[in-house]
């Protein structure tokens, strides 16, 4: 029993770890739309090293990466939820359990 709930600590660790790494993923990328939006219908003239590789084509590839980020970890989770992952858990203790039982 201890083995499970280590392992789901783990897991729960895993998922808060990309939740956060989503959310500043998300922060930059809002930052890094509004200096598109201001440089692109503003004319603001933002013309240093890493800002004036934004373009059109780098926002479309971002959003796709942002996107994809977000489904991974919603849509996943929804799908194949803590109770699904417990189940899977219990099986993998319960083989374990069985092959230590052969090898005694």
Not at 3 to 21: A, F, G, P, T
Not at 28 to 46: D, E, N, S
Not at 48 to 73: H, K, S, Y
Request: net charge positive; hydrophobic share 50%; no cysteine.
């Amino acid at each position: 029993m201890e083995n499970s709930n280590e392992l789901l600590e783990q897991m729960v660790r895993e998922r808060v770890q990309k939740l956060k790494q989503f959310y500043i993923h998300l922060f930059i990328y809002i930052i890094g739309i509004t200096i598109y939006v201001a440089k692109t219908y503003f004319g603001v003239p933002i013309n240093f090293w890493p800002i004036r590789f934004i373009n059109e084509f780098v926002m479309w590839i971002w959003t796709f990466f942002l996107v994809v980020q977000a489904l991974q970890l919603f849509f996943v989770q929804k799908v194949f939820g803590t109770n699904w992952e417990q189940k899977r858990i219990q099986k993998i203790i319960e083989k374990e359990k069985i092959e230590k039982q052969k090898w005694q």
